[in-house]
């Protein structure tokens, strides 16, 4: 019985749905959120993904994974798209959809890169540009469920018109510490002048690794792959570096 009814709860997320766009934000002039009212939705874990398809007239068909902004919140749904020079699916989400339009869509997907309410420990979040999607869920979900784990984000991007969430991030949340860390154009009153992201950056603004964090790293490949071993080179537990990457360079 329990085989089949995790079989029947896999089945479920793994069919398509048919999403309709309620709302449309412009978050940067190469990012969109788009609200989703997505009926059945079973819900999700924050750090989770959804595969949207397209599907052309003439049968063409294509999808890409976009990871889920916002917290659990029943049928609605944020997903938080950054147009692709040369993709397929991103820039006909970005400048195309509109409210009343519908998607397909099925999900949620994935089961290491996530946070949930109950755990306990303090959490460090490392964004490379719209990595930060899938970290924002997860201090969304944090404010949601009352949580009052510390939490430490840094957020790298090349400049500060490409700043997602900007309202509410400079509003800010209790208990959740952003550090911005500009790679190619810093802000006049920066500290920090224009660079990528160092280990000194890691230990001056993360957790120290006694304090044993869970540390969720997300961007473009090269990115992640840099802070994941920054991270273990200062001297946090490989087992406690959980990271999520999308193709694309490192700036």
Sequence with gaps: MART?????????????????TERRTESATAVTLVLEVPEWPGHL?????????????????????????????TRLELTVQRVSGGEVSPYLVDEVMPGDQLELRGPVGGWFVWQPEQQEPVLLVAGGSGLVPLMCMI???????????????????????????????????????????????PHQSARPAGRITPDDLARHGWPPDFAPTCYVCGPTAFVEKAAAYLVLLGHDPERVRTERFGGGED
């Design 46 to 74: 924050a750090g989770q993904h959804v595969d949207i398809r397209l599907t052309a007239e003439d049968g063409y068909s294509t999808q890409r994974s976009y990871s889920i902004a916002s917290a659990p919140d029943g």
């Design 140 to 186: 969304r979900s944090r404010r949601a469920a009352g949580s009052r784990v510390p939490f430490r984000t840094l957020y790298s991007l090349r400049s500060p018109a490409e700043l997602l969430y900007g309202p509410e991030i400079r509003q800010g949340t209790p208990g959740v510490d952003v550090t911005h860390i500009y790679t190619r154009e810093a």
């Design 5 to 21: 009814a995790v079989s029947r709860r896999l089945g479920d997320r793994l069919r398509w749905r048919v999403a309709e766009v």
